[in-house]
Nanobody, 125 residues
Framework: QVQLVESGGGLVQAGGSLRLSCAAS????????MGWFRQAPGKDRQFIAAISSGGGGRYYGDSVKGRFTISRDNAKNTVSLQMNILKPEDTAVYYC??????????????????WGQGTQVTVSS
């Protein structure tokens, strides 16, 4: 129902930064919980970050705490992921996801209803 399109991926050296964006279609964006996941080659999809519908609650996976920041602009129907101090192990396809409901189980990919196509992030050593 909700269509999501990621952008901003690319190639960056270790220690550098990238900012990913996700644009959402629909008229109910302000009610959605938004999340970011990533999947590296040969690995399971991993929870990165989530943000509550109003933006007041932010949650991060252990692997990115202190380096990544999630934010949203409900007026623009967008959610962003600022990635700093990037490491080679951050290399993955990054996916934007959306769901409704209370802020529980946000780290579970099965709780999200809509997914973007993904954007590739490659970090060189």
């Amino acid at each position: 129902q909700v269509q999501l399109v990621e952008s901003g991926g690319g190639l960056v050296q270790a220690g550098g930064s990238l900012r990913l964006s996700c644009a959402a279609s629909g008229r109910t964006f302000s009610r959605l919980i938004m999340g970011w996941f990533r999947q590296a080659p040969g690995k399971d999809r991993q929870f990165i970050a989530a943000i509550s519908s109003g933006g007041g609650g932010r949650y991060y996976g252990d692997s990115v705490k202190g380096r990544f920041t999630i934010s949203r602009d409900n007026a623009k129907n967008t959610v962003s992921l600022q990635m700093n101090i990037l490491k080679p192990e951050d290399t993955a396809v990054y996916y934007c996801a959306a769901r409704e409901g209370a802020s529980f189980g946000l780290e579970l990919q099965s709780s999200y209803n809509s997914w973007g196509q993904g954007t590739q992030v490659t970090v060189s050593s």
